[in-house]
C-alpha cells in the first residue's frame, strides 16, 4: 500500500525558515517523479514544485521560485521541501504528491495527509 | 501561465442525477487534463487522467472527454459519496488547477 506521510510543518515568523518532509513507503520512491502541491485554508489547490525520480530535474511555481527548494533523498525514500523567506500567503497545507512516472508527467495519483504551515508573528 | 477555467464553481444536486462540470483552458493543452475529487478535510484523489483515462479503483459512473482547450467530468448517477468538491488540473506546462466545484446536496 502506497502510503506518503508529511512532517515539519507549524507556526512559523514572516522571513522565517521551515523544512518539510515526506516519508513514502509502499513503491519503488526512486522510480518517480515527486511534488508538492498546497492548499490554503478555504482555497484552491496550487502546486509548488516538482523533482524527477533521480533529482536531476525540478521546476518552481513562480510564486515560490528563489525561495523554496525541492530535493529528495532516495536511499531514505524522503521528499523535502526547504522553505525560506516566508510570507503570509504561504499559510497553507502542505502535501506530497506521487507522480504517475519516473518524470514529471504531473498526473498525481497518490496523496499524502499534508501538513499545515502557518506563517504568522 | 495557463489558466484553467471550471463551471459551475457550486451545484446543488441530488443522488440518482447526472452531473457534468466543465473546464476550459486558456490555450491547447491537447489531452494533459486531469480531474481530482477532495472531500473536506482529506487529500485530493485522482479519479481521470489525460482528459479521458479512468484512475484504477474509480468507479465507471465517473468519465472525462475533450481535447485542446474544453473539457468535461461526467459522473452518470450521482452516489450519495460523490459530494465533494472537483478540480481540473492541466499538466501541459507545469501544472495549474481550476478553482474547484462544490457538488451540493439539493
Known amino acids: 500500500e502506497v502510503q506518503l506521510l508529511e512532517s515539519g510543518g507549524g507556526l512559523v515568523q514572516p522571513g522565517g525558515s521551515l523544512r518539510l518532509s515526506c516519508a513514502a513507503s509502499g513503491f519503488t520512491f526512486s522510480s518517480y517523479a515527486m511534488s508538492w502541491v498546497r492548499q490554503a485554508p478555504g482555497k484552491g489547490l496550487e502546486w509548488v514544485s516538482g523533482?524527477?525520480?533521480?533529482?536531476?530535474?525540478?521546476s518552481y511555481a513562480d510564486s515560490v521560485k528563489g525561495r523554496f527548494t525541492i530535493s529528495r533523498d532516495n536511499s531514505e525514500n524522503t521528499l523535502y521541501v526547504q522553505m525560506n523567506s516566508l510570507r503570509a500567503e504561504d499559510t497553507a497545507v502542505y502535501y506530497c504528491?506521487?507522480?504517475?512516472?519516473?518524470?514529471?508527467?504531473?498526473?498525481?495519483?497518490?496523496w499524502g495527509q499534508g501538513t499545515l504551515v502557518t506563517v504568522s508573528s | 501561465d495557463i489558466q484553467m477555467t471550471q463551471s459551475p464553481s457550486s451545484l446543488s444536486t441530488s443522488v440518482g442525477d447526472r452531473v457534468t462540470i466543465t473546464c476550459r483552458a486558456s490555450?491547447?493543452?491537447?489531452?494533459?487534463l486531469n480531474w481530482y475529487q477532495q472531500k473536506p478535510g482529506k487529500a485530493p484523489k485522482l479519479l481521470i487522467y489525460?482528459?479521458?483515462s479512468l484512475q484504477s479503483g474509480v468507479p465507471s459512473r465517473f468519465s472525462g472527454s475533450g481535447s485542446g482547450t474544453d473539457f468535461t467530468l461526467t459522473i452518470s448517477s450521482l452516489q450519495p459519496e460523490d459530494f465533494a468538491t472537483y478540480y481540473c488540473?492541466?499538466?501541459?506546462?507545469?501544472?495549474?488547477f481550476g478553482r474547484g466545484t462544490r457538488l451540493e446536496i439539493k
Open positions: 523533482i524527477s525520480n533521480s533529482g536531476a530535474s525540478t
Open positions: 490555450q491547447s493543452i491537447s489531452s494533459y
Open positions: 489525460v482528459a479521458s
Open positions: 488540473q492541466q499538466s501541459y506546462s507545469k501544472v495549474t
Open positions: 504528491a506521487k507522480d504517475m512516472r519516473y518524470s514529471s508527467s504531473y498526473n498525481f495519483d497518490y
